[in-house]
Nanobody, 118 residues
Framework: QVQLVESGGGLVQAGGSLRLSCAAS????????MGWYRQAPGNQRELVAT???????NYVDSVKGRFTISRDNAKNTVYLQMSSLKPEDTAVYYC????????????WGQGTQVTVSS
């Protein structure tokens, strides 16, 4: 069974930094596109950043220059380094795995809360 476990969320003041981690078990990270999504109360879940199995990255405009997604295939872990945090970054952050080789599947983590105070 594939599981994703996020960690690293918490409360931080505006302008601060946090690093989220997502550890995968039951599947090899190397064969997957990994992503971070977030959902604020009353809002739909939105894409924050993705990293493909060859290391290509993509970011939503609102976090470009502030967030960095990375992966360590040896540790089967993906990270989201968040800097210059703003109150509007407050949300539950979810890790996502989209396996790109057969058998293909899509897995979500349980989420980790990030709260940025002004």
């Amino acid at each position: 069974q594939v599981q994703l476990v996020e960690s690293g969320g918490g409360l931080v003041q505006a302008g601060g930094s946090l690093r989220l981690s997502c550890a995968a078990s039951g599947s090899i990270l190397r064969w997957s596109t990994m992503g971070w999504y977030r959902q604020a109360p009353g809002n739909q879940r939105e894409l924050v950043a993705t990293i493909t199995n060859d290391g290509s990255t993509n970011y939503v405009d609102s976090v470009k220059g502030r967030f960095t997604i990375s992966r360590d295939n040896a540790k089967n872990t993906v990270y989201l380094q968040m800097s210059s945090l703003k109150p509007e970054d407050t949300a539950v952050y979810y890790c996502n795995m989209q396996r790109v080789v057969v058998p293909r599947y899509n897995v979500w983590g349980q989420g980790t809360q990030v709260t940025v105070s002004s």
